[in-house]
T-cell receptor
Framework: NAGVMQNPRHLVRRRGQEARLRCSPM?????VYWYRQLPEEGLKFMVY????????ESGMPKERFSAEFPKEGPSILRIQQVVRGDSAAYFC???????????FGPGTRLTVT | EDQVTQSPEALRLQEGESSSLNCSYT??????LFWYRQDPGKGPEFLFT???AGEEKEKERLKATLTKKESFLHITAPKPEDSATYLC????????????FGKGTTLSVSS
């Protein structure tokens, strides 16, 4: 049973470029969450999605960040015009309906140069 | 404001030396408390969910307990492979399904 998959595992972008991070939830899971982990800080919630719907984006920066979970394909976290402060590990998690625990992927480490 | 504080930040143990990690929380309506293990360069690995005070869960050398204000992760006779960062998170009724994480306790077990 494959776990949560994320790609790429490492991503290097120059300031001003766009970053696209992908997440495929565990089989049978319909809820997807994105978290960010900055150096020396804890994991911070960004956004919660179900298929074709954003349920809670209260942790998402208002500008440059967007997320989607289309009917077909992986969930995408998109960061436009990246800045050095966006350098972090971005984790995706998924959960099945009716359950509270979230299962995390291996993360994407974004480095902005 | 919902908050999670873990202590100590770092803990060094000898193999076989039992100890406990603490997770104190302030939350408006606890929906659940979660323990995760995170190895360097990897994503958090789910360990336990606790829902109400007095509840206990066990898995191998780990035992998690919950009170109204804190949770403990007890490690009995640890082995070097238990070395990792242990994360505590809460799910608050008013925060929907988002997990609020503490900064973690980094455990090192030497043989």
């Amino acid at each position: 049973n494959a776990g949560v998959m994320q790609n790429p595992r490492h991503l290097v972008r120059r300031r001003g470029q766009e970053a696209r991070l992908r997440c495929s939830p565990m089989k049978g899971h319909s809820h997807v969450y994105w978290y960010r982990q900055l150096p020396e800080e804890g994991l911070k919630f960004m956004v919660y999605l179900q298929k074709e719907n954003i349920i809670d984006e209260s942790g998402m920066p208002k500008e440059r960040f967007s997320a989607e979970f289309p009917k077909e394909g992986p969930s995408i976290l998109r960061i436009q015009q990246v800045v050095r402060g966006d350098s972090a590990a971005y984790f995706c998690a998924s959960s099945p309906s009716g359950r509270h625990e979230q299962y995390f992927g291996p993360g994407t480490r974004l480095t902005v140069t | 404001e919902d908050q999670v504080t873990q202590s100590p930040e770092a803990l060094r143990l000898q193999e076989g030396e039992s100890s406990s990690l603490n997770c104190s929380y302030t939350v408006s309506g606890l929906r659940g408390l979660f323990w995760y293990r995170q190895d360097p360069g990897k994503g958090p690995e789910f360990l336990f969910t606790l829902y109400s005070a007095g509840e206990e869960k066990e898995k191998e050398r780990l035992k998690a307990t919950l009170t109204k204000k804190e949770s403990f992760l007890h490690i009995t006779a640890p082995k070097p492979e238990d070395s990792a960062t242990y994360l505590c998170a809460v799910q608050a009724a008013q925060a929907g399904t988002a997990l609020i994480f503490g900064k973690g306790t980094t455990l090192s077990v030497s043989s």
